[in-house]
Nanobody, 121 residues
Framework: QVQLVESGGGLVQAGGSLRLSCAAS????????MGWYRQAPGKQRELVAT???????NYVDLVKGRFTISRDNAKNTAYLQMNSLKPEDTAVYYC???????????????WGQGTQVTVSS
């Protein structure tokens, strides 16, 4: 079983910064790709950024140059540094992890409960 817990969301003015954290806990062998997704009211959940265990990153065009995804494998934790925030970034941000649970169980696609990010103008 794997649990993901996000933290670091809040209210910030346009142009400000926030850092989100995602901590994984439970019984598993390793975590492959971790990622951040977001969902605004009335819209579909969309990809923000992903990072492999070896550090290869991918970003949606709207956040390139402003957001940075990173991870600490020893702590089983991923981060999303968000700079130059815009009102359009307002959404619930969710952590995702592709987890290798074991030889028998295989991989598990896990999601956190989400953390609210609100950017005021």
């Amino acid at each position: 079983q794997v649990q993901l817990v996000e933290s670091g969301g809040g209210l910030v003015q346009a142009g400000g910064s926030l850092r989100l954290s995602c901590a994984a806990s439970g019984r598993f062998l390793s975590i492959n790709t971790m990622g951040w997704y977001r969902q605004a009211p009335g819209k579909q959940r969309e990809l923000v950024a992903t990072i492999t265990r070896s550090g290869i990153t991918n970003y949606v065009d709207l956040v390139k140059g402003r957001f940075t995804i990173s991870r600490d494998n020893a702590k089983n934790t991923a981060y999303l540094q968000m700079n130059s925030l815009k009102p359009e970034d307002t959404a619930v941000y969710y952590c995702n992890a592709d987890v290798l649970a074991g030889v028998t169980y295989g991989s598990i696609d896990s999601w956190g409960q989400g953390t609210q990010v609100t950017v005021s103008s």
